[in-house]
């Protein structure tokens, strides 16, 4: 039961009455854009709706008149304590507390499933997330990331959507060349050579030893030979004289024996980078694990040119051409600073411009190879080419300039039929007891995911991470992290789950044959007399439970788990509120030893609480615990 959607389905019924009797003018009603929300201040009532303001110029009618008689409709239910028109012609309705007993009956009823919707319709959706260069251990930034996407990749599960969850693999370009060489430095000292300081331009972090240790673990002194371009020229043209000299049978043996070394040795460098990325894609799952992450898909970005399908990026370039969106032209110089983008020369470019962008793209570098959003391009084509019409990206801070160039390719490549949503998630200030911290012992240089989540544990990271909008900067304290106080939110949150169950456990005395089992409470609560339930603050609390089925598809469509966050605070915040007036107020204590009738009522409030609780701490990826320790 979704109290919102019931309201909006009535207002919709009292506008269809208006309409039929010819207040509404000749044409049919658009009942679409009427929305049933909360109102901003909770002394105006329980719901307010926009009806008349939204259908008011389409009817030829003043807002408040018409407000004024869909007011009146609405009177006319049973449920409907008052409905008064507000302001400009907000609509203000106070309802029957009946209707919150309903929803919390319909909560404790439908258990792990309430607030599950269907408003995605199965349509399918891609969330890319994390996308780390596998050239390191992840560290604070890139665990915000991965948070986000997988929590919101839960709420869109939730919604109805059918959801892949998505790591794009970044295993081409310099920066893995360079990874090669560092393994491959780790790979000597490993194997007892000196290797002295790690050269500028190289990865200098510890981390790098592990991959090394494998490496020489798993092929001895084989690689201590690696040679490079020059040594290869080399090689090749010694084997040509040869060639020339060798004549005899048993010579032309030797010579393909040693072809067969050169290959080898040729392709080292290739195994070898292939080897470093499988390492340290290893290290990144483990990293991802510790935060209970998996995706389903892991896409290589090498794959786009050394696939199974061959040359996808140039494909896409050329199909693309085909549709008139690439060209040979020039780039005016930029405004202001300069640009990396701009080459005063003739050059393959993205007519970005026609869909939305600020300037044309190039496609190629002067050397002829591919730019890193040319591979983007074709990437974003796989999505749509797997069905993807709605994909999301989840990126970091500073990845902001890079969202109006990538929305217009996949404009380009879909023909204006999939949707690009660019999450940017920004920066991650670490401070313990209020003081930075910068340096990790692992890497030298970041600190990183594996040590906060070794340090403070995994809810409290996934909970703190979603505790701000994504777009915010987002300060996590080590040390406030592990409070047990109302101040540390996931403490906070988590103690009202634990607490309500606290509620169940002491209550078996007054109701003998209580489960201990969440399901199997449920099902004996579910015929609770809720009538009883008629403080303030429990009606309170069960309008809050009420909530939840709106926030969390709401949540969903505008890609924001942030919002659950919040609601599982607020929520917990009132819960433990109701439980410091039966201190006070003895005859509001959840279990009233001489009244089961009412401690039933009250069990099955506290079952409605505990079961959102820990479907909002699931969508959030945190453990909602039924005791704290």
Known sequence: MNVFTLFTDHVGSAVTTLAKSGALGSAPPDLSRIVVEPPRDASHGDLATNAAMALAKEAGRKPRELAEQIAAELAKRPEVVKAEVAGPGFINLTLDPSVWRQALAYAVAAGSDYGRGDVGAGEAVNVEYVSANPTGPMHVGHCRGAVFGDALANLLAFAGFAVTRE????????????????????????RGKIIGEIPEGLYPGDYLKAAGEALAKEHGGGLLIWPDKQRLRELRARRRRKLLRWKRFARWWRLVRQFQRLLSSRSKPRRLRQRAIELMMASIREDLAALNIKHDVFFSERSLIEGDRGDQVGATIEWLRAQGHVYEGRLPPPKGAPSEDWEDREQTLFRATAFGDDVDRPLKKSDGSYTYFASDIAYHKSKFDRGFRNMIDVWGADHGGYVKRMKAAVKAVSGDTAELDVKIVQLVKLSRAGVEVKMSKRSGEFVTLREVVDEVGRDAVRFMMLYRKNDAPLDFDLAKVIEQSKDNPVFYVQYGHARGNSVFRNAVEVVPGLP?????????????????????????????????PRLAEASALAHEPHRIAFYLYELASEFHALWSKGSDAPHLRFIIQDDPQVTVARLALVQGVVTVLASGLALLGVEAPSEMR
Not at 173 to 190: D, I, K
Not at 536 to 548: C, F, H, N, P, S
């Open 167 to 190: 790591y794009y693999i970044n295993d081409a370009g310099a920066q893995v060349e360079a990874l090669t060489r560092s393994a491959f430095l780790r790979y000597l000292e490993a």
């Open 516 to 548: 201990a089992e969440s399901a199997a409470r449920a099902a004996f609560l579910r015929d609770a007399p809720l009538a009883r339930l008629d403080d303030a603050g429990e009606i309170a609390l069960m309008r809050k439970i009420a909530a939840y």
